[in-house]
C-alpha cells in the first residue's frame, strides 16, 4: 500500500498583465484619485496621482 502525498501541488494561477483604464478621477489634497479597472478581466484599483511630478502609485491591490 502506498501512502498519499500530504500536500497537493496548487493548481496554476490565471495571471496576465492587467491593462488598467480609468473610469473617473478625483481631485483631492494629495493628488488625483483615479478610479481604474482593467480590461481584460473584473479587476479594480484605486490610485493616486500625487501632486508631485511622481509617477501614479497604487493606493489598493487589484480585486478580482
Same mark, same amino acid.
Given at each position: 500500500? @502506498?501512502a498519499?502525498? @500530504? ?8 495571471? !496576465?498583465?492587467h491593462?488598467? #483604464?480609468?473610469?473617473?478621477v !478625483? ?8 478610479? $481604474?479597472?482593467?480590461t ?5 484599483? $484605486?490610485? #493616486?496621482?500625487? $501632486? ?9 491591490r487589484?480585486?478580482?
Amino acid at each position: 500500500m @502506498t501512502a498519499l502525498p @500530504t500536500v497537493l501541488p496548487a493548481a496554476p494561477a490565471s495571471v !496576465h498583465e492587467h491593462a488598467w #483604464l480609468t473610469e473617473s478621477v !478625483h481631485p483631492t489634497s494629495a493628488g488625483r484619485v483615479r478610479y $481604474v479597472r482593467c480590461t481584460g478581466c473584473a479587476a479594480r484599483r $484605486v490610485d #493616486l496621482d500625487p $501632486v508631485s511630478p511622481a509617477p501614479p502609485v497604487a493606493m489598493t491591490r487589484s480585486i478580482g
